[in-house]
């Protein structure tokens, strides 16, 4: 299922960064989007997300019935054919999702790995 969003008026509320309702993952309400940089766009999800639940909506991002690359590209002002993917940090771990990475039960074993690695050092 392609994720669905729309701009927010709740946008000006934030310096720098646009918020986007989310409208088909009940549990993931909205998305903050910081910025782009070589076609991946910044991200950040809302608090109380779980992990499993955002990764559902980043994976989204990629189907064909998505809105996502062609609404945020359009506000923040860039061709929605430099649409590279996204970049998050969950819980002190980065993420860069593409369309060659966008599958949520890799992508959860990855962060997993990377969160025990961060538990063993503190």
């Not at 918020?19 to 782009?36: K, R």
């Not at 997300?49 to 923040?76: Q, R, Y």
């Not at 966008?102 to 050092?121: H, M, S, T, V």
Request: charged share 25%; aromatic share 16%; glycine share 8%.
């Amino acid at each position: 299922m392609g994720s669905i969003i729309t701009f927010s008026n709740r946008s000006s509320n934030y310096s720098g960064v646009l918020v986007f309702d989310v409208w088909n993952y009940g549990t993931i309400p909205e998305v903050f989007v910081e910025g782009v940089k070589d076609g991946i766009f910044q991200i950040d999800a809302p608090i109380g997300a779980l992990i499993t639940e955002f990764l559902k909506f980043v994976v989204g991002i990629f189907e064909p019935d998505s809105n996502f690359a062609s609404f945020v590209c359009e506000k923040f002002g860039v061709p929605e054919s430099s649409f590279k993917g996204v970049s998050f940090e969950f819980n002190e771990v980065k993420l860069t999702v593409t369309k060659e990475n966008a599958n949520a039960d890799e992508l959860f074993k990855y962060w997993k790995a990377e969160i025990k690695k961060l538990r063993r050092r503190n």
